[in-house]
C-alpha cells in the first residue's frame, strides 16, 4: 500500500529565508507525486506534481521539488519565502488508480 | 467557469439528524471525491466516482452516503449524524485519474452538537 508521510506538523521560518518541508513517499510502483497547498478557509490547490518526466519539478508561486528515488522523497522548498506563503501544504501519492493518499500536512508560518 | 462549487459553507446539525451536502462540478470531469479533513489527519477520502452511475467507498465511508445520477453533481449524504462526523468536507473532481490534478471545492463545515 502507498502512503506519505510529511516530517513536521509545523514550520517557521522568517521572510526572506528558506523553505523546506519534507516528504517521504512508500510505494511499490513509480509514483506520481503532489505537493497542494490551503490557504486559510479555502479548498486545496495544487502547487506542483511529479509524472515521471524530469525529477525537479517547478510549480507556481516560486516552489520546486525534487524527486529522489533513492531517499524516497519530495521535499518541496522555496529560496526565499513570502508572508503570503503561510498556508498548510499537503505531499500526496498517487495509486494510479482512482485515488490520492494525502500526507498529515505542514503548517508554514512566515515571521516579518 | 466556476469549477467546483459546494452548499452550504456550514451547517450545525443535531444528533441524528440527516442532511444533504451538494456537489457540483462544471468542468465535465468524470472522476469526483469526497473527502473528510480533520486537524492533524490530512485528507480521507470517503466515496469517489468515475463517472454517472458508478461509485465506490474510500477509507473512511460508514456513516455516509453517495450517488451520482448526472456528471455534474455528487451529492453526499449523512443519515444520522453522529458527533465524530463533526469536520470539514471538500469535493474535488478530476479529469482522469492517476497523474491528473484533483480541483477541490471551497468545503463545508460540519459541526454535530
Known amino acids: 500500500a502507498q502512503s506519505v508521510t510529511q516530517l513536521g506538523s509545523h514550520v517557521s521560518v522568517s521572510e526572506g529565508a528558506l523553505v523546506l518541508l519534507r516528504c517521504n513517499y512508500s510505494s511499490s510502483v513509480p509514483p506520481y507525486l503532489f505537493w497542494y497547498v490551503q490557504y486559510p478557509n479555502q479548498g486545496l490547490q495544487l502547487l506542483l506534481k511529479?509524472?515521471?518526466?524530469?525529477?525537479l519539478v517547478k510549480g507556481i508561486n516560486g516552489f520546486e521539488a525534487e524527486f529522489k528515488k533513492s531517499e524516497t522523497s519530495f521535499h518541496l522548498t522555496k529560496p526565499s519565502a513570502h508572508m503570503s506563503d503561510a498556508a498548510e501544504y499537503f505531499c500526496?501519492?498517487?495509486?494510479?488508480?482512482?485515488?490520492?493518499?494525502f500526507g498529515t500536512g505542514t503548517r508554514l508560518q512566515v515571521f516579518p | 467557469n466556476a469549477g467546483v462549487t459546494q452548499t452550504p459553507k456550514f451547517r450545525i446539525l443535531k444528533i441524528g439528524q440527516s442532511m444533504t451536502l451538494q456537489c457540483t462540478q462544471d468542468m465535465n470531469h468524470n472522476y469526483m471525491y469526497w473527502y473528510r479533513q480533520d486537524p492533524g489527519m490530512g485528507l480521507k477520502l470517503i466515496y469517489y466516482?468515475?463517472?454517472?452511475?458508478?461509485?465506490d467507498k474510500g477509507e473512511v465511508p460508514n456513516g455516509y452516503n453517495v450517488s451520482r445520477s448526472t456528471t455534474e453533481d455528487f451529492p453526499l449524504r449523512l443519515e444520522l449524524a453522529a458527533p465524530s462526523q463533526t469536520s470539514v468536507y471538500f469535493c474535488?473532481?478530476?479529469?482522469?485519474?492517476?497523474?491528473?490534478?484533483?480541483?477541490f471545492g471551497p468545503g463545508t463545515r460540519l459541526l454535530v452538537l
Open positions: 500526496a501519492v498517487s495509486d494510479r488508480a482512482d485515488k490520492l493518499i
Open positions: 474535488a473532481s478530476s479529469a482522469r485519474a492517476g497523474a491528473e490534478t484533483q480541483y
Open positions: 466516482s468515475v463517472g454517472a452511475g458508478i461509485t
Open positions: 511529479y509524472t515521471s518526466a524530469a525529477t
